[in-house]
């Protein structure tokens, strides 16, 4: 264990710790201007510093950092106590401080003012203060020199050093500053410090600091700091989740060796609870085993008090500080209170207080609503497990395993991995959940097909492959088959997709049924991952048929879902769009929220492809809205993706990375978040940032060649002029999609085909002759089936820039080629539209339109400047010094704050004046999180470490501007 020194740097608190340097130098100030003017009657000079938190959160940390930094700028700094105990003489804090000042003057300087204030070194006569004598030493004291007078734990302060800091805030005329801590969470109603906080947090020339609990980086550098090694991504949530970012709850976390709550935080928090009366103790404990957030209505159930009891002991809890309520949620005050109550309960009394939220929450499961089913389900199974209700606990952990799936959470596989433990527990598991055993791994597998474990959903097909009995039940192998053949890759030591699929329609028969029209609905998903659309085409009609042939609404809503990919690939753009709307709707009258949510993700994506930007913005905004409101992150992120893709086609660069940052990453698999942040770095110009994400993608099989990922390698080695590994990509990619029926797919893989082709030509390398077959292949199979309907989409950009390429590879013009690009282009915005327009540029300074070519390319540079497309631009640039473009170069260099948004900028006056993350949000009336977020692309930006850097670099470049 690293032992930790008092004169470390707290981690996760530089704002604060400018705030405090920006006050020290305000001091000195004040001093400076009251030693050359006469100092005006009533006129106060004291400034005040309020520094509030919780036990443990780093007041007295701050402190010691503020009499460090008083030490350095030469000011005296003086620190009095305010003690737990009911003893003392009045002012016995404010005399002690202040008799430290008298001392350290008296050190350094003696002459006849300071006989003045000797009486505070005297025991007789300080005994006796009163507060006028305490406000004059005060004075006398900061007319000799400025100081800092530190009061700690105000809220243990007696009356006399509440009158002492007020008098002396209202009245003090010398320069000194007061610093005032106080400990929030010991405010209880009534407290007889809360009138006075009011009062000081009201005093002119008064700062108020809360601080608050650190952030997820911060929490992970302080663990590093203490145990000398960096936590894992489960340890780490669990110690933000546990400590709320409290350091001291996380320094004792780390040193424990044992579960459980550390015995010092544990006496620490119950001191809370020792406050409550009986009844209302009893009722803690009881909440403590419904975990950190109270449901009042299932809790006044579970409890059986009447309406006004419940009430008169809740609002008990929250005057002492154990319960805290914004707005109509309840709280534990902390995770580890609640963890403390909960660890003091006996064994008999925890199985009982179970056994009262079984009884509760078993109605509202087995009765509500799929939102109601998911939120109260796994309660119900937590419950009956401690209650020891076996039967209760595997039907429960099914009703949420089969609601979460509907919800679209992924934690509804262990719900579904729990009741497969429960299983041989229960007699008649089968006849009690409707289930085969084998079903149980299968639905947790499904449940993942989409998160990125593709190791777990491998073992529980498998272990659901073990669970068929050789002689059993077809419908079970049925389902079985039709999970392997759904899965976007074959499973390993088990059959292929395509004969699972095969197995699966078998065992089905031809009479409609659900087992018929889920492996009909996987044979679908499963031809468009092999791009085999007009089979996928068939198998998702017969599909729809069979759904509804049973009237199995959430099926229909699946199929049509299915039945839109086909379409939009084959070239049928917009009957694919208007299935794909009947797929939204069906899902939500089906109340399938997830697949509602998933479906109109995509139906948001495929508009983008085809140009309707305001609806696919629309649509994208209001997924991320909808799963917002619904607690679902994957699909606040999926719908963020959207939107992303969206701001980068238009160019709003900076956007769609704060976008990015705030709402993907983190509910984001890092996979997906590869891709996305490729995206974003391809768009900037970092290339060998955008490569070192890609080439990790294929390392791990995250990524394959084909026309999803390849693009972007090629798009990448064409930047860094790398044309064998170009060509190589590209072949690789022809290869795969050479079997593809779709038009479009061969139109988007000839584009990046001939990019490479294009590159190896300017750097006189010699494509294989396989690959210049393969790409004249691919560009006549999407000629022949070029239709109107999808030669408006983003695909017909990249047929029309492939046809151009070719052509300019004959030494012919390509100007007609390039301008159907442009035009087609232009509906998808000007970051999207800058290559084919600068590729116009270049054709029409190659042939013969040079004042167009002149005035297209200055546009472009200019806009992928505007927009910081880092490679566009230099492309622009070089193309003009070649063709002997002058460029409106602009004289004066840019400063650094030339690189922030306005957004940024507004942040950064904020960060200037001291604010924290959570006084920058309700500024600017944003989230917290997206404050934070825009507070780490500033200090990224300027190139700083950190807020106080960020404030020091923002004024000099201020004082030379004004300069």
Same mark, same amino acid.
């Given at each position: 264990?690293?032992?930790?020194?008092?004169?470390?740097?707290?981690?996760?608190?530089?704002?604060?710790?400018?705030?405090?340097?920006?006050?020290?130098?305000?001091?000195?100030?004040?001093?400076?201007?009251?030693?050359?003017?006469?100092?005006?009657?009533?006129?106060?000079?004291?400034?005040?510093?309020?520094?509030?938190?919780?036990?443990?959160?780093?007041?007295?940390?701050?402190?010691?950092?503020?009499?460090?930094?008083?030490?350095?700028?030469?000011?005296?700094?003086?620190?009095?106590?305010?003690?737990?105990?009911?003893? $003392?003489?009045?002012?016995?804090?404010?005399?002690?401080?202040?008799?430290?000042?008298?001392?350290?003057?008296?050190?350094?300087?003696?002459?006849?003012?300071?006989?003045?204030?000797?009486?505070?070194?005297?025991?007789?006569?300080?005994?006796?203060?009163?507060?006028?004598?305490?406000?004059?030493?005060?004075? #006398?004291?900061?007319?000799?020199?400025?100081?800092?007078?530190?009061?700690?734990?105000?809220?243990?302060?007696?009356?006399?050093?509440?009158?002492?800091?007020?008098?002396?805030?209202?009245?003090?005329?010398?320069?000194?500053?007061?610093?005032?801590?106080?400990?929030?969470?010991?405010?209880?109603?009534?407290?007889?410090?809360?009138?006075?906080?009011?009062?000081?947090?009201?005093?002119?020339?008064?700062?108020?600091?809360?601080?608050?609990?650190?952030?997820?980086?911060?929490?992970?550098?302080?663990?590093?700091?203490?145990?000398?090694?960096?936590?894992?991504?489960?340890?780490?949530?669990?110690?933000?989740?546990?400590?709320?970012?409290?350091?001291?709850?996380?320094?004792?976390?780390?040193?424990?060796?044992?579960?459980?709550?550390?015995? !010092?935080?544990?006496?620490?928090?119950?001191?809370?609870?020792?406050?409550?009366?009986?009844?209302?103790?009893?009722?803690?404990?009881?909440?403590?085993?419904?975990?950190?957030?109270?449901?009042?209505?299932?809790?006044?159930?579970?409890?059986?008090?009447?309406?006004?009891?419940?009430?008169?002991?809740?609002?008990?809890?929250?005057?002492?500080?154990?319960?805290?309520?914004?707005?109509?949620?309840?709280?534990?005050?902390?995770?580890?209170?609640?963890?403390?109550?909960?660890?003091?309960?006996?064994?008999?009394?925890?199985?009982?207080?179970?056994?009262?939220?079984?009884?509760?929450?078993?109605?509202?499961?087995?009765?509500?609503?799929?939102?109601?089913?998911?939120?109260?389900?796994?309660?119900?199974?937590?419950?009956?497990?401690?209650?020891?209700?076996?039967?209760?606990?595997?039907?429960?952990?099914?009703?949420?395993?089969?609601?979460?799936?509907?919800?679209?959470?992924?934690?509804?596989?262990?719900?579904?991995?729990?009741?497969?433990?429960?299983?041989?527990?229960?007699?008649?598991?089968?006849?009690?959940?409707?289930?085969?055993?084998?079903?149980?791994?299968?639905?947790?597998?499904? #449940?993942?097909?989409?998160?990125?474990?593709?190791?777990?959903?491998?073992?529980?097909?498998?272990?659901?492959?073990?669970?068929?009995?050789?002689?059993?039940?077809?419908?079970?192998?049925?389902?079985?088959?039709?999970?392997?053949?759904?899965?976007?890759?074959?499973?390993?030591? !088990?059959?292929?997709?395509?004969?699972?699929?095969?197995?699966?329609?078998?065992?089905?028969?031809?009479?409609?049924?659900?087992?018929?029209?889920?492996?009909?609905?996987?044979?679908?998903?499963?031809?468009?991952?092999?791009?085999?659309?007009?089979?996928?085409?068939?198998?998702?009609?017969?599909?729809?048929?069979?759904?509804?042939?049973?009237?199995?609404?959430?099926?229909?809503?699946?199929?049509?879902?299915?039945?839109?990919?086909?379409?939009?690939?084959?070239?049928?753009?917009?009957?694919?769009?208007?299935?794909?709307?009947?797929?939204?709707?069906?899902?939500?009258?089906?109340?399938?929220?997830?697949?509602?949510?998933?479906?109109?993700?995509?139906?948001?994506?495929?508009?983008?492809?085809?140009?309707?930007?305001?609806?696919?913005?629309?649509?994208?905004?209001?997924?991320?809205?909808?799963?917002?409101?619904?607690?679902?992150?994957?699909?606040?992120?999926?719908?963020?993706?959207?939107?992303?893709?969206?701001?980068?086609?238009?160019?709003?660069?900076?956007?769609?990375?704060?976008?990015?940052?705030?709402?993907?990453?983190?509910?984001?698999?890092?996979?997906?978040?590869?891709?996305?942040?490729?995206?974003?770095?391809?768009?900037?110009?970092?290339?060998?940032?955008?490569?070192?994400?890609?080439?990790?993608?294929?390392?791990?099989?995250?990524?394959?060649? $084909?026309?999803?990922?390849?693009?972007?390698?090629?798009?990448?080695?064409?930047?860094?002029?790398?044309?064998?590994?170009?060509?190589?990509?590209?072949?690789?990619?022809?290869?795969?999609?050479?079997?593809?029926?779709?038009?479009?797919?061969?139109?988007?893989?000839?584009?990046?085909?001939?990019?490479?082709?294009?590159?190896?030509?300017?750097?006189?390398?010699?494509?294989?002759?396989?690959?210049?077959?393969?790409?004249?292949?691919?560009?006549?199979?999407?000629?022949?089936?070029?239709?109107?309907?999808?030669?408006?989409?983003?695909?017909?950009?990249?047929?029309?820039?492939?046809?151009?390429?070719?052509?300019?590879?004959?030494?012919?013009?390509?100007?007609?080629?390039?301008?159907?690009?442009?035009? #087609?282009?232009?509906?998808?915005?000007?970051?999207?539209?800058?290559?084919?327009?600068?590729?116009?540029?270049?054709?029409?300074?190659?042939?013969?339109?040079?004042?167009?070519?002149?005035?297209?390319?200055?546009?472009?540079?200019?806009?992928?400047?505007?927009?910081?497309?880092?490679?566009?631009?230099?492309?622009?640039?070089?193309?003009?010094?070649?063709?002997?473009?002058?460029?409106?170069?602009?004289?004066?260099?840019?400063?650094?704050?030339?690189?922030?948004?306005?957004?940024?900028?507004?942040?950064?006056?904020?960060?200037? $004046?001291?604010?924290?993350?959570?006084?920058?949000?309700?500024?600017?009336?944003?989230?917290?999180?997206?404050?934070?977020?825009?507070?780490?692309?500033?200090?990224?930006?300027?190139?700083?470490?950190?807020?106080?850097?960020?404030?020091?670099?923002?004024?000099?470049?201020?004082?030379?501007?004004?300069?």
């Amino acid at each position: 264990m690293v032992r930790s020194s008092q004169h470390e740097v707290p981690i996760g608190r530089d704002a604060q710790i400018g705030l405090v340097d920006e006050l020290l130098h305000a001091v000195l100030r004040d001093a400076e201007e009251h030693a050359d003017a006469d100092v005006q009657e009533g006129e106060p000079r004291v400034r005040g510093l309020l520094i509030g938190g919780d036990a443990g959160i780093g007041k007295t940390t701050l402190v010691h950092v503020l009499v460090e930094r008083c030490r350095a700028m030469g000011l005296i700094c003086a620190v009095g106590h305010c003690l737990d105990l009911a003893t $003392g003489a009045p002012f016995g804090p404010a005399v002690e401080a202040l008799r430290d000042v008298h001392t350290q003057l008296s050190t350094a300087d003696s002459n006849s003012t300071l006989a003045r204030t000797g009486w505070l070194v005297s025991e007789p006569r300080w005994m006796s203060a009163s507060l006028e004598s305490l406000l004059a030493a005060s004075e #006398v004291l900061a007319g000799q020199a400025p100081f800092v007078l530190v009061l700690e734990d105000l809220h243990w302060a007696d009356a006399s050093v509440r009158d002492f800091v007020l008098g002396l805030l209202r009245t003090g005329r010398a320069p000194l500053l007061l610093v005032l801590t106080f400990r929030a969470d010991d405010l209880t109603s009534g407290h007889p410090f809360g009138t006075a906080l009011v009062e000081l947090t009201r005093s002119r020339g008064t700062v108020r600091l809360d601080l608050e609990g650190l952030a997820r980086h911060d929490v992970h550098e302080l663990v590093v700091r203490r145990s000398g090694r960096p936590p894992d991504a489960d340890e780490l949530a669990s110690l933000l989740t546990r400590s709320d970012g409290n350091p001291l709850y996380i320094e004792e976390l780390v040193a424990a060796d044992e579960p459980g709550v550390p015995a !010092l935080l544990h006496d620490l928090l119950l001191r809370h609870v020792e406050r409550l009366s009986p009844s209302t103790a009893r009722l803690a404990r009881l909440a403590s085993v419904g975990g950190s957030h109270l449901d009042l209505e299932v809790l006044q159930e579970a409890s059986t008090l009447d309406g006004e009891r419940f009430t008169s002991a809740i609002t008990e809890m929250l005057e002492t500080n154990v319960v805290t309520r914004r707005g109509d949620h309840f709280t534990f005050r902390h995770a580890l209170l609640r963890e403390s109550v909960h660890d003091d309960l006996l064994p008999g009394e925890l199985v009982g207080l179970h056994e009262a939220y079984a009884r509760v929450l078993r109605g509202r499961v087995e009765t509500g609503a799929t939102d109601r089913r998911w939120r109260y389900g796994a309660s119900l199974a937590l419950h009956a497990t401690g209650a020891h209700d076996w039967p209760l606990a595997l039907e429960a952990s099914v009703w949420a395993g089969a609601a979460g799936k509907q919800y679209g959470s992924a934690a509804a596989a262990d719900h579904f991995e729990r009741a497969l433990e429960l299983w041989d527990r229960v007699p008649n598991a089968a006849a009690r959940t409707g289930l085969a055993k084998a079903d149980l791994p299968r639905l947790a597998a499904r #449940v993942l097909a989409n998160e990125g474990v593709r190791d777990r959903v491998h073992g529980l097909l498998r272990q659901a492959v073990d669970l068929l009995e050789p002689d059993g039940d077809p419908l079970t192998a049925c389902r079985v088959y039709t999970a392997i053949g759904s899965q976007w890759g074959d499973v390993p030591a !088990l059959m292929s997709r395509r004969t699972a699929l095969d197995r699966a329609v078998g065992l089905a028969g031809v009479t409609p049924s659900r087992e018929l029209a889920e492996a009909l609905l996987a044979s679908a998903f499963h031809g468009c991952r092999v791009s085999r659309y007009v089979e996928a085409l068939g198998f998702a009609t017969r599909g729809l048929d069979a759904s509804r042939a049973i009237g199995a609404d959430d099926l229909v809503s699946e199929a049509l879902w299915e039945l839109s990919e086909p379409l939009w690939f084959l070239g049928r753009c917009s009957e694919s769009l208007d299935v794909h709307r009947q797929a939204v709707r069906a899902a939500k009258r089906a109340g399938e929220l997830g697949a509602a949510l998933e479906a109109s993700g995509e139906l948001a994506l495929y508009l983008f492809l085809s140009g309707a930007l305001d609806e696919a913005a629309a649509l994208s905004r209001r997924v991320r809205e909808d799963a917002t409101r619904a607690g679902v992150s994957r699909f606040v992120a999926f719908g963020a993706e959207q939107e992303v893709a969206i701001l980068v086609g238009q160019g709003h660069l900076d956007e769609a990375e704060a976008l990015f940052e705030t709402h993907c990453v983190s509910p984001r698999l890092e996979w997906r978040l590869r891709w996305t942040r490729s995206r974003l770095r391809i768009a900037r110009g970092d290339m060998r940032g955008a490569l070192a994400l890609e080439e990790a993608a294929f390392a791990d099989h995250a990524n394959e060649p $084909g026309v999803h990922h390849s693009p972007r390698l090629i798009e990448i080695c064409e930047a860094l002029s790398d044309p064998g590994r170009a060509l190589s990509a590209a072949e690789s990619m022809l290869a795969e999609v050479g079997s593809s029926d779709s038009p479009l797919e061969q139109a988007l893989a000839c584009d990046y085909a001939y990019r490479a082709l294009a590159l190896a030509a300017a750097t006189r390398t010699a494509p294989s002759a396989q690959l210049v077959r393969l790409a004249e292949t691919s560009l006549e199979l999407a000629n022949n089936h070029a239709t109107t309907d999808w030669t408006s989409s983003q695909y017909g950009m990249h047929l029309f820039m492939a046809q151009a390429q070719k052509t300019r590879l004959t030494g012919r013009s390509s100007i007609p080629q390039w301008r159907r690009a442009v035009e #087609v282009a232009a509906r998808f915005g000007r970051y999207t539209s800058l290559r084919p327009r600068l590729e116009l540029a270049r054709a029409q300074l190659e042939h013969g339109e040079r004042d167009d070519g002149k005035d297209l390319l200055a546009v472009v540079w200019h806009e992928a400047r505007s927009m910081g497309a880092g490679w566009l631009q230099g492309q622009a640039a070089l193309a003009a010094r070649r063709f002997r473009v002058p460029l409106p170069l602009e004289h004066d260099a840019p400063g650094p704050l030339d690189r922030l948004t306005p957004r940024e900028r507004e942040v950064l006056a904020l960060v200037v $004046g001291g604010a924290t993350n959570r006084a920058v949000a309700e500024a600017l009336f944003i989230t917290e999180k997206t404050a934070s977020t825009h507070v780490g692309n500033v200090l990224a930006k300027l190139g700083v470490a950190n807020r106080g850097e960020a404030a020091a670099l923002a004024r000099a470049a201020e004082r030379q501007r004004d300069g």
